[in-house]
């Protein structure tokens, strides 16, 4: 049997095809082009920090530690732990933060358990609670604005946005990567539920409520 094909038919078989193409970029099955700073001549920002002497600056140690607890491709689920720390393969977007901070030398949770057990009321805690204070993101963008560079949260000003910064959503936080679109705009390094992939082209999917740069500059 002939198949013949009229122009509907070809403009229909047309749609469903780029409505295909969609659905797997939307999915992240097929990977758009990724670009770097150098592709738009902006210079990486480094730090004059080594907290863990390793010989990797503090920037670069956050973007890797984000981009080592991502590869573990950890699972979804928000619980609470004695002692704060997930103990199975269960995490949240702010466990990223923690993590990547910790590849530095930096205990995100003994900074924040100290500060708010002397400053609570800047919290808006009632109750101060060790074991989910540094896991929730109001709390870490409280930290963030007292003791961090506050910087640009002007997504156009690609050349602000490194590796290693850390925004914040209202609702959400991540870190920055090293990876930009077509059009210099960073990716960013989460966790969030139904995740096919960490790393994504969303900085600008939801309102951004703070972009930092951790240095501690009130220490």
């Not at 480094?46 to 984000?66: F, H, N, R, V, W």
Request: hydrophobic share 35%; charged share 25%.
């Amino acid at each position: 049997m002939k198949l013949f094909l009229n122009y509907g038919h070809i403009i229909v078989l047309t749609l469903i095809i780029l409505l295909g193409i969609l659905a797997l970029y939307h999915s992240n099955i097929i990977t758009p082009k990724t670009y770097t700073a150098k592709d738009f001549q902006i210079e990486r920002v480094l730090s004059p920090l080594d907290k863990d002497e390793d010989g990797i600056d503090d920037y670069t140690d956050i973007l890797q530690g984000a981009q080592a607890f991502v590869a573990k491709k950890p699972k979804y689920q928000s619980k609470y732990y004695q002692g704060g720390y997930p103990t199975d393969n269960y995490y949240v977007c702010t466990d990223v933060i923690w993590y990547a901070l910790k590849t530095a030398g930096y205990n995100l949770k003994d900074l924040m358990d100290a500060d708010i057990k002397d400053n609570y009321s800047d919290y808006n805690i009632e109750t101060p609670d060790p074991n989910i204070d540094f896991r929730r993101v109001r709390n870490i963008k409280v930290y963030l604005d007292k003791y961090t560079e506050k910087l640009t949260t002007d997504v156009s000003s690609i050349e602000r946005w490194q590796p290693g910064d850390i925004v914040v959503y209202a609702d959400h936080i991540a870190i920055i990567s090293d990876k930009r679109n077509k059009d210099g705009v960073p990716y960013i390094i989460h966790h969030a539920p139904n995740l096919i992939k960490y790393e994504e082209n969303k900085l600008t999917k939801k309102e951004i409520v703070g972009h930092y740069r951790f240095n501690l500059q009130a220490e």
